[in-house]
């Protein structure tokens, strides 16, 4: 087996993204032997503003490299945990709440005695040695460039960074970028940079300028020099020996309104198969045709090989937010399994929309979540009165399909925000064909708010005007994350006694810089910034004499007519969503014949197995690991455990508590001998406590 499959050196175990070991020390005979060996804390865990790691660790020889909540970078002996050195690229303090963002992994060069760790904190990209720690100074400016080289000029005033690491070849490095998903958005092309030099080697234009490929995708000529997104913040595969690099991307912004962004919008919403030494397009495939519903390509490719009518065929899965499973030929991108276009509801009450009429849906494999919810799949485990209740919502909302248009009145997202698949991305066995992916099955709702319904500051003065320019750009810049009542939604934290927590210098600073998957609105007037403070605090900390509506409003400035009301999970107030379960659950898939070999729930609530309920799954964020020892390893769920599955079966073989959630992906690898599972434990997502440790697992010696 080839030495790639028995290390991990990469995020998501190799080039391929297929998260997959040819260890088989643990299997399924002995897994449940599994004992903790070490622990590592970085000791910079924030529980009061729920810090997070999503980081997939990767191992070099025998040293193991990964981030910590507050983005240090560390390297530790990969057998003991015992800590190497430490990178810390906020010395100052006040940096880390200027620059703080999610990161799921570091990348790894070299070239003789030349080694490297390239990795992402706010909008600069860092080279390290890899040895110690230290500054590459002949890289970029003294170590680190910045990730707006080749955005364009716009992209100067607005945010943007990286959630997941680059990707390797030979001397590139190709990255995507973290942007806003709102009229703020930066540009999202794809870059590659020189590992040596740190200078920008070539740049593909996800929004197509004139002459380019795609660019009568869109209706407005001039859309290339206004509208941003179409990033790709999920990540990337690469096919060495072909040169391809396959790139996802989301959707093109602002996020749910696209009156302004009239057409299919290529390359949003786009496997982009490019050329990875000149970035030319090699084939693309758009998923989603002008994207209403925030269905993001999620997760890096997995690279597989199968065997399709009889032929063995290199191929791309890529999973979906929206359930689906796609399979492609990695050199032509003709689709293994028919595609057809499905007409889908156009029926929008948004003023300026223009629905597409059809979208691309697998004839196979079979969607691995639901994707219809009716007043059959209400919870069962709430009263009758409460039943009644969640079904009178929900026949107030539009909810007939999937693909249903944004709306004043409401739209059930189902799958959510969140999945269907998510970042934590699919495992692949190249030795029986299997796909296995984690999804997530909870109903969200979408409403639509007209943002000329906030206040006209023109007939007011001082603290009154304030109040009013603080209302209208916080609704149209900050509502759609922290919702109408300031009270957060999925993933993003309530504002309510915010003063409690951040001073309004340090609000002013996070506002103007953003924070891990908050972007930066530095492209806002100061005095529209200081509003919005007066405003979430209740209180005018900030005398601001004239705002807003009296200002110049440019081109960067919110402009749509509509701001979605916030992020809002279908649930009951204790927290279980409003549909019957599985929340969370864990899928194998056969890709050479296309069929589901199992699905079963993933993760359980205390609460819920006391009163004898099956499991039912939660929410899950992290992705799973297969191996040849039989085994699909996943932690990500909200009940902070570590499990093991049997890979043929779905059965549980062994579970382990973890020191909080292990939103992550697990790694595997070898040392002297030795099989090790590591696993990151952040929480911090959905309610979970946040943590700063990762976890190694073993066999005890005496199996060995």
């Known amino acids: 087996m080839d030495r790639t499959y028995q290390s991990w050196e990469v995020r998501g175990g190799d080039a391929a993204s297929i998260r997959y070991s040819s260890l088989d020390q643990v299997d399924t005979t002995n897994v449940d032997q599994l004992q903790q060996i070490w622990s590592y804390s970085t000791e910079d865990a924030d529980t009061a503003k729920n810090s997070q790691i999503q980081a997939n660790a990767i191992v070099i020889d025998q040293t193991l490299y990964a981030t910590s909540p507050g983005l240090k970078v560390f390297a530790l002996d990969a057998a003991t945990g015992e800590e190497q050195w430490v990178f810390n690229p906020f010395p100052d303090s006040t940096d880390i709440v200027h620059w703080l963002n999610v990161n799921r992994g570091v990348t790894y060069w070299e070239d003789g005695e030349d080694q490297r760790i390239l990795f992402t904190a706010g909008p600069e990209l860092y080279a390290l040695d890899a040895k110690t720690g230290t ?184 999973t979906t937010k929206s359930g689906f499973l796609f399979l492609f030929d990695r050199e032509t991108g003709e689709p293994l399994f028919p595609v057809e276009e499905v007409e889908v509801p156009t029926n929008s009450n948004l003023d300026g929309e223009e629905v597409w009429p059809t979208q691309p849906m697998p004839t196979k494999p079979e969607p691995f979540v639901r994707q219809h919810m009716d007043t059959t799949d209400i919870n069962p485990y709430v009263s009758q009165e409460v039943q009644a209740e969640l079904k009178k919502q929900l026949l107030s909302l539009n ?42 099955e909870v109903p969200w709702i979408m409403t639509m708010v007209p943002t000329d319904q906030y206040g006209d500051t023109t007939s007011y003065s001082g603290q009154k005007s304030s109040f009013l320019a603080g209302e209208k750009a916080y609704m149209t810049n900050c509502m759609s994350c922290h919702g109408p009542d300031r009270e957060g939604g999925g993933n993003n934290p309530s504002l309510v006694d915010v003063e409690e927590r951040y001073s309004p210098e340090e609000l002013f600073d996070l506002i103007e810089s953003g924070r891990r998957m908050m972007p930066g609105f530095a492209h806002l007037s100061e005095s529209k910034k200081k509003a919005i403070i007066n405003f979430i605090i209740g209180d005018e900390f900030y005398q601001v004499e004239e705002v807003s509506d009296k200002e110049e409003v440019t081109d960067e400035e919110n402009s749509s007519p509509y701001v979605m009301a916030g992020y809002k999970k279908f649930r009951r107030p204790e927290g279980y969503p409003a549909n019957s379960p599985p929340w969370g659950t864990l899928n194998a898939i056969n890709l050479n014949t296309g069929e589901h070999e199992w699905g079963i729930p993933l993760g359980e609530y205390p609460d819920l197995r006391e009163r004898g309920i099956a499991p039912t799954g939660t929410e899950n964020y992290g992705g799973p690991v297969v191996t040849a020892g039989g085994l699909v390893f996943i932690a990500a769920t909200l009940d902070e455990k570590i499990r093991a599955f049997d890979k043929q079966t779905g059965e549980l073989l062994w579970e382990h508590d973890l020191p909080a959630a292990g939103f992550a992906t697990p790694s595997v690898y070898e040392i002297d001998g030795k099989q090790y599972l590591v696993i990151a434990c952040g929480g911090g997502k959905l309610g979970a406590t946040s943590g700063d440790e990762y976890v190694a697992f073993v066999l005890p010696d005496s199996m060995l």
């Open 135 to 318: 500054l590459v100074e002949s890289f970029g400016d003294k170590g680190k460039a910045s990730l707006k080289q080749g955005l364009g000029e716009r992209a100067e005033d607005l945010s943007v960074t990286a959630t997941s690491p680059g990707v390797i070849f030979e001397d590139l490095i190709i990255i995507g970028s973290r942007v806003s998903e709102g009229d703020n958005a930066a540009p999202g092309g794809i870059r590659a940079f020189n590992v040596r030099t740190g200078e920008l080697a070539w740049t593909f234009h996800t929004i197509p300028r004139p002459g380019e490929f795609g660019y009568e995708s869109w209706d407005d000529p001039d859309a290339w020099k206004r509208i941003g997104g179409a990033n790709s913040w999920a990540g990337m595969s690469v096919d060495n020996e072909r040169g391809i690099v396959y790139i996802p991307t989301g959707s093109a912004s602002p996020d749910f309104y696209g009156g302004d962004r009239k057409g299919k919008n290529l390359f949003a919403n786009t496997l982009l198969a490019l050329d990875a030494a000149t970035g030319d397009r090699v084939w693309h495939y758009q998923t989603i045709h002008h994207d209403l519903w925030d269905r993001d390509l999620p997760s890096p490719p997995a690279l597989v090989t199968v065997t399709h009518e009889g032929e063995e065929i290199d191929a791309v899965a890529q």
């Open 399 to 440: 909810s007939d399909h999937m693909f249903a248009p944004p709306s004043l009145r409401g739209t059930l997202m189902f799958p959510g925000f969140d999945g269907g698949a998510e970042w934590g991305g699919s495992a692949f066995d190249p030795e029986t064909g299997v796909l296995y992916v984690n999804s997530n």
